[in-house]
């Protein structure tokens, strides 16, 4: 989706969702049996994970019709199972709008929603929280008082968090000063803050491809325009020349990277990649925006290369760095890296925008920062057995799926078997109490559907069960076999 395309898509008077371009995120040939069941929840998936805005107006039905190769009474039965569903409105002279049901509790966003008893979320790769966050709070609480005679604003962060990581990058191999630093809410915040800074309306963006779902859609916000450059783990270098050529072809403003066991993929860049990349990038006046929130998250001992800021000049990479994923999502603090010039910009559009980050969260961060090593020891065991327990469950269940062990991160990457989607598997589990993601989620326009991202977030237990579930939808969906009754933990 451009950008220009989900800000008119929002507007009242916009012209709506183009017919063409809808079919292209539904996928044309995704649809299954009842077509117009399958082209209703399609449209729904859109609206919950963000990908059409609320209150979007649908094509006509006879230019959806057409675009999708079916019958214009399939699409009106869609419209109305959407309308009758919540998921759609009819106004007069205007159309078919898209909304969401009432108390839904769904956010129209790609983040997790409120748990729901009786349903298990894979669609997002989320690990628990570790007692150490509780303890870090603690230690928060008991700091807090020293702090209280003061205002409380503190714009680029509490001084002792920016030192902290200062630290753990100098460690890491990039010298670095807490003035270098600034504390950002999260790195979902700091990346929107960094894009916010580094590209507007119509630039051009090189972005992996797959990868993360959030970024495109910030570049969408931006009315930034996103250039895929195709990302596999087997062929990194690949990667690295892509990127150079798409930068130089479109005159990039701006790169989107995840260095270090990309989402989805698992991808990690060495240290010669690294090198190649940035020298190639800065060449171009090519920014690069270096999102590290996997870098805690080798499951092998392995050594990660240095930051991508190592091998610029000052200015030439961007870092971003959070807590989020390494230990709880919950603890919204997170850290940019950049030069002065770029941080006091990005301080300033923050502050008016919420004021400062919360001082019981930084000093919270301080604490889980402090003991992090000792932590990362254990969350990496338990992240590397959840990981092969859901490999073993997977290549016994569905010995015809691709199933990569990646060395890192929180998931893997599946290839499905000819002729099995992964829009058609997320329909199929929905009901039988499995939340999934299609892998067109992680791409541009319908790209991956053959793809099926599975984090390894879950306990044992939980992960054998959702994998019985998806053997028997994926045998569903073949016709082999009925589906099975909803899952039981």
């Known amino acids: 989706m451009t950008t220009a395309q989900a800000l008119e898509w929002s507007a009242p008077g916009g012209s709506g969702v183009p017919a063409d371009r809808l079919a292209t995120l539904l996928g044309r040939d995704t649809l299954h049996p009842p077509l117009y069941a399958s082209l209703a929840l399609g449209v729904r998936a859109l609206v919950a994970d963000g990908r059409l805005p609320v209150g979007a107006r649908l094509p006509a039905e006879r230019d959806l019709a057409a675009a999708l190769g079916v019958s214009r009474v399939t699409v009106s039965a869609a419209y109305r199972r959407l309308r009758e569903d919540g998921w759609a409105d009819a106004r007069q002279g205007s159309g078919t709008w898209t909304r969401l049901p009432e108390a839904s509790g769904v956010v129209a ?149 995840v260095p270090d066991f990309s989402n989805p993929t698992g991808a990690s860049l060495s240290a010669q990649d690294r090198e190649r990349l940035v020298v ?13 929130t996997m870098v805690d ?53 923050m502050s008016r925008e919420h004021g400062a980050m919360p001082v019981l969260d930084q000093l919270a961060a301080c604490a889980l920062l402090d003991g992090l090593d000792a932590a990362l020891v254990r969350r990496r065991e338990q992240l590397r057995e959840q990981r092969d327990v859901l490999v073993r469950a997977l290549r016994t269940a569905l010995p015809d799926w691709g199933v990569p062990v990646p060395d890192g991160g929180l998931a893997l990457w599946c290839s499905l078997p000819p002729g099995t989607s992964s829009s058609v598997l997320a329909d199929t589990c929905e009901p039988l109490g499995l939340r999934l993601a299609s892998g067109s989620r992680f791409g541009t326009g319908h ?40 899952l039981v933990l």
């Open 109 to 257: 966003a790609w983040i997790p929603g409120a748990p729901r008893q009786g349903l298990l979320d894979l669609a997002h790769a989320a690990p628990s929280g570790p007692p150490e966050v509780a303890d870090a709070y603690t230690a928060a609480l008991a700091a807090l008082p020293r702090y209280l005679p003061g205002h409380g604003y503190l714009p680029e962060g509490l001084p002792e968090l920016r030192a902290r990581v200062a630290e753990r990058y100098t460690a890491r191999g990039l010298p670095t000063t807490a003035e270098q630093v600034l504390v950002v809410p999260g790195a979902s915040g700091g990346v929107t803050a960094a894009m916010r800074a580094l590209c507007g309306a119509g630039d051009r963006v090189v972005v992996e491809h797959p990868g993360w779902p959030n970024a495109l859609d910030v570049l969408a916000v931006l009315r930034a325009r996103p250039v895929p450059v195709a990302l596999d783990p087997g062929d990194t270098a690949a990667f690295v020349a892509g990127a150079h050529r798409a930068a130089r072809q479109t005159a990039a403003r701006a790169a989107y990277l």
């Open 280 to 292: 190639s990038l800065q060449q171009q006046d090519v920014t690069v925006l270096a999102d590290e």
């Open 297 to 349: 998250l080798a499951l092998e001992g392995q050594r990660v290369p240095p930051p991508l800021a190592a091998s610029g000049r000052p200015g030439a990479v961007v870092s971003i760095g959070s807590l989020s994923k390494s230990v709880w999502a919950g603890v919204r603090v997170g850290w940019m890296r950049a030069e002065r010039p770029l941080l006091s910009r990005v301080a300033a559009a």
């Open 447 to 486: 790209a991956f559907d053959d793809r099926l991202r599975l984090p390894f977030t879950q306990p044992p237990a939980v992960l054998r069960a959702a994998v019985d579930v998806l053997a028997a939808a994926a045998g569903a969906s073949a016709g082999r076999a009925p589906a099975r009754s909803p």
